[in-house]
C-alpha cells in the first residue's frame, strides 16, 4: 500500500506563518493539518484596563488589510454594552466605510492573490506582465476604495476617524461628490473583469456547506443583523458563544471554531452570496445571472467571481449612500458609559467578525474576545483540503501542490501576503 507525506514546510502568500502537512496511505486520506504557527498577538489581553474611546484606534491595528472591520465590530459592541442608540445617518456611513475596504480588499484578493492559480502563473507581476489591462484597472478601483476610507476615516489604513458613537467629524459633501464619477467608472470596469475572471478553468467542487452570516433582512449584510445559517441556525449575535464554540488544537497557534453540535461551518462571501442574493443591487443581481454564477454556488473555487460580485454590490452602495450624504449632521451621539456586556458581529470581507467586550462602570475595558473569520474558516478549510486531497490522491506532486494551493487561497485567509509559492516536499513509500 503507498503512503504519502506532503510537507509543506512554509506557506507562502498568506498573512503570517504557517505550513502545511498531508498524510495518505493508499487512497485513504489520514491527516490533514493547516499548521499556524505565527505567535499569539495578545490584544485581547492588553485591552482590558484602556479606555473604551481607545478602544477602535487599537483593534484597527490587527489588520492592514481590514481594519474598519475591527473597528466596526469594536464599536457596534461597546455601545450595545453602554445602550447607545446610533442614528440612521451614521449607520449609512458606516456601511460607506465598509463598503471601501471589501472594495479594497477584494480586489487585493482577486488580482494579486488569487488570479495566479487559475492562469497558471506564478506570481502577481507575471499576472501583470501577461495581463496588463485588468491589472491596471484592478488596482485603479482597489484604488477607489481605498479614497472612501481614506475620505471617511481620515486615512486609508488603520482609519482614525472611528469613534464609538459614530465619527469625530464629517468630510464635506463635496468630497464625497468628487469620487461619484471615478466610482462610475470603476463599477463599469468590474463588470469587465468579472467577464475576465468567470472565463478561469475552474476545478470540478461540490461541498455541502453550512453557510454562516448576519442576517439583515433589509440590507445586504455590513454591520447589523443576527446570526443564521443554511441548516436552520437563527439566534442573536449575544448567543453567540452558546452555539459556537473555539477549540484549540495542538498543529495550530489559531484556534479552531466550530458550530456546537454540527462541526465546521463557512463564513464569507459564498455564504452571504448564497443567503442574501436578493439584498444585491438589481446590476449585482444581473451581472450575476449573466455570467451564470449560481445563487446556490458551493463550488469554493468559484468565491473569485462571488468576491468581484460583491465589490460591484459595494460600488452601488457607496453610490446610494453618497447620495443622501448630509454633512450638517451630527458626526456622533453622546456615549454614557456604563457596566455591562456587549456583543456584535459585522461582515468582515473574509467573513463573519465577532466581538464581545465586558466593560467597567467607568467605561473602562473589563475582558474582550475577539473571533475573526479565518479561524472560524480554518477547520472548513482542513475538511475542504482533506476531500480534495481524496478527490485528486494520483495526481503528480507539482499539480498536487498546486491544487492544495489553490484550495486555501479559495478563503483569502487573512494573514500577511508573501510570494506565491509553496515548498512542498513529498515522501512516498
Known amino acids: 500500500m503507498t503512503r504519502k507525506i506532503i510537507k509543506v514546510g512554509y506557506l507562502a502568500r498568506v498573512e503570517g506563518e504557517g505550513s502545511l502537512l498531508i498524510r495518505t496511505e493508499g487512497n485513504k486520506v489520514e491527516e490533514v493539518q493547516l499548521k499556524i504557527f505565527e505567535p499569539p498577538r495578545f490584544f485581547e489581553g492588553f485591552l482590558p484596563g484602556r479606555s473604551y474611546d481607545e478602544a477602535p484606534d487599537i483593534t484597527a491595528r490587527i489588520c492592514g488589510i481590514c481594519p ?14 453602554f445602550g447607545t442608540i446610533i442614528p440612521e445617518h451614521i449607520k449609512q ?21 488569487h488570479a495566479p492559480d487559475f492562469l497558471g502563473l506564478p506570481d502577481a507581476m507575471s499576472v501583470a506582465k501577461a495581463h496588463r489591462t485588468q491589472v491596471e484597472a484592478g488596482l485603479r478601483i482597489k484604488k477607489v476604495g481605498n479614497k472612501l476610507i481614506s475620505t ?6 488603520h482609519p482614525i476617524n472611528v469613534k464609538t458613537g459614530g465619527f469625530y467629524s464629517l468630510p464635506a459633501v463635496a468630497r464625497f461628490k468628487a469620487l461619484e464619477d471615478e466610482l462610475k467608472w470603476a463599477k463599469d470596469a468590474t463588470h469587465k473583469l468579472l467577464e475576465w475572471v468567470s472565463g478561469f478553468d475552474f476545478p470540478d467542487l461540490a461541498i455541502d456547506y453550512e453557510f454562516v452570516s448576519l442576517k439583515n433582512s433589509n440590507e445586504y449584510p455590513f454591520n447589523e443583523g443576527s446570526i443564521h445559517s443554511n441548516k436552520g441556525l437563527s439566534i442573536e449575535v449575544r448567543d453567540y458563544e452558546k452555539h459556537f ?3 484549540h488544537v495542538e498543529h495550530s497557534t489559531a484556534l479552531h471554531s466550530i458550530r456546537v453540535g454540527h462541526g465546521s461551518y463557512l463564513t464569507g462571501p459564498m455564504a452571504r452570496f448564497s443567503k442574501h442574493f436578493d439584498l444585491l443591487s438589481n446590476d449585482t443581481q444581473q451581472a450575476a445571472s449573466e455570467f451564470n ?9 468559484r468565491s473569485i467571481q462571488i468576491r468581484t460580485l460583491e465589490v460591484m454590490y459595494a460600488i452601488d452602495e457607496a453610490l446610494r449612500i453618497i447620495k443622501i450624504y448630509d454633512d450638517r449632521l451630527a458626526p456622533s451621539v453622546e456615549v454614557a458609559p456604563r457596566a455591562g456586556t456587549g456583543y456584535a458581529a459585522t461582515e468582515a470581507p473574509r467573513g463573519t467578525l465577532y466581538h464581545k467586550f465586558e466593560m467597567n462602570n467607568d467605561g473602562t475595558i473589563k475582558t474582550v474576545k475577539i473571533v475573526p473569520p479565518t479561524s472560524q474558516n480554518q477547520k472548513r478549510i482542513e475538511d475542504d483540503l482533506r476531500r480534495v486531497i481524496t478527490d485528486n490522491i494520483d495526481l503528480a506532486e507539482d499539480k498536487l501542490t498546486h491544487l492544495c494551493e489553490q484550495t486555501i487561497r479559495n478563503y483569502d485567509p487573512c494573514i500577511s501576503c508573501a510570494t506565491h509559492f509553496l515548498k512542498m516536499t513529498l515522501h512516498r513509500r
Not at 95 to 113: A, F
Not at 152 to 157: H, I, K
Open 68 to 81: 474598519v472591520a475591527y473597528q466596526m465590530s469594536t464599536v457596534h459592541a461597546i455601545e450595545d454594552a
Open 93 to 113: 456611513l458606516r456601511r460607506l466605510l465598509y463598503c471601501g475596504e471589501w472594495i479594497e480588499s477584494h480586489m487585493l484578493h482577486i488580482l494579486l492573490l
Open 152 to 157: 471617511l476615516g481620515g486615512r486609508e489604513v
Open 245 to 247: 464554540q473555539e477549540q
Open 293 to 301: 454564477v449560481d445563487v446556490a454556488c458551493v463550488n469554493p473555487y
